[in-house]
């Protein structure tokens, strides 16, 4: 019985020390025997008789390849330093220019200034709404800005010598033998007020661009006009006589530059007029001049274009507001 038991002990033994372990969970390498599957220890196989299919020891394998030619890659920093690839179907992206540093301001300055100017505006002035007499002038205008949009100025039309009868009041008179009455002018002299509601600028051919302002006149002056004897001319004979008038009208004015522009303005001169009478008395009473007039003046229009120029002085100007 005793004899039995050893037997089995030592046979025991022997099978164990004759196979290969499965799993080696030791402190150091088997330095001679076979491969185990894992080796789970702090120290390598020194001997290098077989490759561990996994090896989470602190220490690596010193006989054998870890892996890969490099030894082993990082794919996180790999990943992290290479540069992406863009697909771009256009083609080669355009190179990135400079960009330009332009101020640019939320609320743009006024092109041209006009408070504390003084503006000349010469022009040219015609008649529209009498078919029997052009009345056409000269004019010119001068005005004061105390303000950037009100103005206050006079300005002097002179006519005589530039209006012209028309043909249809000469052959009616002498087909029908019927007159209508017309007056003659000298001249004209009007205090003014001016003021600028609207103003902006437009483009021109997608190069130019102008400044305009829009703006409406107003005043009241004289007035030196006659009566036209076309009733009785071999008698009749009148002379210039002073006349109360009133005016308003709208204008456009077009900047060229800061000083100078362009202008039209449609004014309407109105007035009391004298016009001639059309009976002629009897004898001696024909030679009086109190029968040569109506008895009450009549009320007269006379709307005029002005086609003309603006000058602005000091021509040069400086903003002394912050911008």
Known sequence: MLAMTIGLVLGTGTVAAAQDADMDF?????????????????????????????????????????????????????????EPEIDDPGGDRPARTSEAREEIFAVQQIYALRINRVELTPSAAFSLNDPFVSHNALSLGLNYWWTNVLAIGVNFLWYEGLEQESDLNFFTRRSTRLAVPVSAYQFGAHLGFTYVPIYGKFSMFNEFIFQWDSYIVGGVGIMRTRPVPVVDPEVRNFDYDIRVAFNLGI?????????????????????????????????????????????????????????????????????????
């Open 251 to 323: 204008g456009l004015r077009v900047f060229v530059s800061r000083w100078l522009a362009v202008f039209g303005e449609i004014r309407n001169y109105m007035y009391l007029e004298q016009l001639e009478a059309l009976d002629v008395a009897l004898g001696d009473d024909r030679f009086q001049q109190d029968t040569w007039t109506q008895d009450s003046p009549a009320f007269t229009s006379n709307v005029s274009v002005h086609l003309g120029l603006t000058i602005f002085l000091p021509i040069d100007f400086e903003y002394n507001l912050p911008r």
């Open 26 to 82: 030791g402190a150091g390498g088997d330095e001679g025997g076979g491969d185990a599957d894992m080796d789970f220890g702090a120290g390598g196989d020194e001997g290098g008789g077989g490759d561990a299919d996994m090896d989470f020891g602190d220490g690596g394998d010193t006989g054998g390849d870890a892996g890969g030619d490099d030894g082993g890659g990082d794919i996180i920093g790999d990943l992290a330093g290479a």
